[in-house]
């Protein structure tokens, strides 16, 4: 499926992928804010945002991670700077494995390359039935406070709030299942042999910073950068220092 896109700038492709349960327009002060550099990309997964999906069925990361690769063919290029936040890095590591010749370099965001433990898949399989009889806004009650750090600005949060609970109730369902069922991407990290860099609010209370450090440490070569005042959304909470993080790897990368 070719996936409905947000587009900023011109030149080499970077390209964003959301978490869960958001959109492309999460993106949207990276859109705005690198588009002197890049031609900025931003995907609405399938489901998701203005990628309509009239029947969702059978999600998985690695179908996530194929649709990107349909939509990079339809922007006409062969390679991007693929960046991923939280969800997103899981479908980043799957495109890796199925489509790493289309990797010009990652940025990792909030995001973990350890699988769901049997606990956290228990819980994903409530997630989607609460999805299913009590709606999307039921999942964002639980996740949505865990979002940001201490004091994020009132208007992120609000528009935090509107995209999620955007995302249809069938399609949050589907992702949760597809979430749970993600491999270890552990073994990737070492086989990771473009510039890679790894961007982590200080606050992230879903996804340790020290956890992430850990995973960062296993692949090849690359930066870690911590976020200081932001959670899980660090690039909604502090788009600056995100921004930032990523225009200097931008740089590094040429
Ligand atoms: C996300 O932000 O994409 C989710 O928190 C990821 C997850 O639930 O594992």
Request: with cysteine; proline share 6%.
């Given at each position: 499926m070719i996936c409905s896109t947000k587009t900023s700038g011109e030149g080499p492709v970077l390209l964003f992928v959301h978490g869960f349960?958001?959109?492309?327009?999460?993106w949207r002060a990276q859109l705005d804010g690198l588009d002197d550099l890049r031609r900025c990309v931003a995907i609405d997964l399938r489901g998701h945002g203005a990628s309509v999906d009239p029947s969702p069925e059978g999600y998985s990361i690695d179908l996530f991670a194929d649709d990107v690769a349909d939509t990079v063919a339809s922007l006409g290029v062969e390679q991007v700077d693929l960046c991923a936040l939280s969800m997103g890095g899981y479908v980043a590591f799957a495109f890796w494995r199925?489509?790493?010749?289309?990797?010009?370099s990652l940025i990792l965001c909030d995001t973990k390359a350890e699988p769901d433990t049997d606990e956290a898949k228990a819980k994903r399989l409530e997630a989607a039935e609460t999805a299913r009889t009590r709606g999307v806004a039921a999942i964002w009650e639980q996740v949505g406070p865990a979002m940001?750090?201490?004091?994020?600005d009132p208007s992120t949060v609000k528009t935090a709030d509107e995209i999620a609970l955007g995302v249809p109730d069938e399609v949050a369902a589907q992702v949760a299942l597809a979430m749970r069922d993600r491999p270890d991407s552990r073994p990737d990290l070492a086989t990771i042999d473009v510039p890679v860099a790894w961007i982590h609010g200080a606050d992230d209370k879903l996804m340790p910073v020290d956890q992430a450090r850990i995973s960062a440490g296993a692949i090849g070569s690359g930066t870690f950068t911590v976020i200081d005042?932001?959670?899980?959304?660090a690039p909604m909470e502090q788009p600056d220092a995100v921004n930032a993080a990523i225009r200097l790897h931008l740089e590094r990368v040429g």
């Amino acid at each position: 499926m070719i996936c409905s896109t947000k587009t900023s700038g011109e030149g080499p492709v970077l390209l964003f992928v959301h978490g869960f349960p958001l959109s492309a327009e999460m993106w949207r002060a990276q859109l705005d804010g690198l588009d002197d550099l890049r031609r900025c990309v931003a995907i609405d997964l399938r489901g998701h945002g203005a990628s309509v999906d009239p029947s969702p069925e059978g999600y998985s990361i690695d179908l996530f991670a194929d649709d990107v690769a349909d939509t990079v063919a339809s922007l006409g290029v062969e390679q991007v700077d693929l960046c991923a936040l939280s969800m997103g890095g899981y479908v980043a590591f799957a495109f890796w494995r199925r489509h790493r010749a289309m990797v010009r370099s990652l940025i990792l965001c909030d995001t973990k390359a350890e699988p769901d433990t049997d606990e956290a898949k228990a819980k994903r399989l409530e997630a989607a039935e609460t999805a299913r009889t009590r709606g999307v806004a039921a999942i964002w009650e639980q996740v949505g406070p865990a979002m940001f750090g201490a004091h994020p600005d009132p208007s992120t949060v609000k528009t935090a709030d509107e995209i999620a609970l955007g995302v249809p109730d069938e399609v949050a369902a589907q992702v949760a299942l597809a979430m749970r069922d993600r491999p270890d991407s552990r073994p990737d990290l070492a086989t990771i042999d473009v510039p890679v860099a790894w961007i982590h609010g200080a606050d992230d209370k879903l996804m340790p910073v020290d956890q992430a450090r850990i995973s960062a440490g296993a692949i090849g070569s690359g930066t870690f950068t911590v976020i200081d005042d932001a959670g899980h959304l660090a690039p909604m909470e502090q788009p600056d220092a995100v921004n930032a993080a990523i225009r200097l790897h931008l740089e590094r990368v040429g």
